[in-house]
Structures are given as structure tokens and as C-alpha cells.
């Protein structure tokens, strides 16, 4: 949730690279990645946004437009039904 209200505040996301935030998370679009466990890495990131703010702003607009896209009311019903479908589906197999 916390990627979602970000990208929905319009801030670019800095996250690692492990489980579901890799498919939340457009490298270089919608926030940036370091590597899990490198302290080092995450701190370039983030000065990297704080010293170039055209770059930061682009990427949080970018992150507001997919999260408004990705987010709203009916992609949610859509993605929920999906679920809720395919539980269905293997429970009856």
C-alpha cells in the first residue's frame, strides 16, 4: 500500500528489487531500485532525486498518472473479480 499512496501523491519510489515491488515499479519511469541489503546504493538513489528535482518531479508525475490509471475503482473491481474467479476456479479442480 505504501508504493500505491506514494505513486498516488505523485512522489517517485525507491525500493529493492525483491517480491511484488518489482512488478509495482517502472526503473528509471516511476521510482528507482537498489540492491536489497546495500545501504550504499539506497543512499545514491536518493541523492540522486535530491540533487536533480527535474528528474524527480518527471518521475512523480509519471507515478501519479500510473497510479490513477492502475488504482482507480474499476481496475480494482476488474483485478479483484480476477482473483476471486481464479480461487473459484481451483477450488472446483
Given at each position: 500500500?505504501?508504493?500505491?499512496?506514494?505513486?498516488?501523491?505523485?512522489?517517485?519510489?525507491?525500493?529493492?528489487?525483491?517480491?511484488?515491488?518489482?512488478?509495482?515499479?517502472?526503473?528509471?519511469?516511476?521510482?528507482?531500485?537498489?540492491?536489497?541489503?546495500?545501504?550504499?546504493?539506497?543512499?545514491?538513489?536518493?541523492?540522486?532525486?535530491?540533487?536533480?528535482?527535474?528528474?524527480?518531479?518527471?518521475?512523480?508525475?509519471?507515478a501519479r498518472?500510473?497510479?490513477?490509471?492502475?488504482?482507480?475503482?474499476?481496475?480494482?473491481?476488474?483485478?479483484?473479480?480476477?482473483?476471486?474467479?481464479?480461487?473459484?476456479?481451483?477450488?472446483?479442480?
Amino acid at each position: 500500500m505504501v508504493v500505491i499512496e506514494a505513486k498516488s501523491y505523485g512522489l517517485p519510489v525507491i525500493a529493492s528489487r525483491i517480491g511484488s515491488l518489482k512488478e509495482m515499479i517502472d526503473e528509471s519511469v516511476t521510482g528507482l531500485f537498489f540492491e536489497p541489503g546495500n545501504a550504499e546504493d539506497l543512499a545514491g538513489k536518493m541523492k540522486m532525486l535530491w540533487e536533480n528535482s527535474d528528474l524527480c518531479n518527471r518521475m512523480g508525475r509519471m507515478a501519479r498518472v500510473k497510479a490513477m490509471h492502475e488504482c482507480d475503482a474499476d481496475a480494482y473491481y476488474r483485478k479483484l473479480i480476477a482473483i476471486y474467479e481464479k480461487a473459484i476456479k481451483v477450488q472446483r479442480s
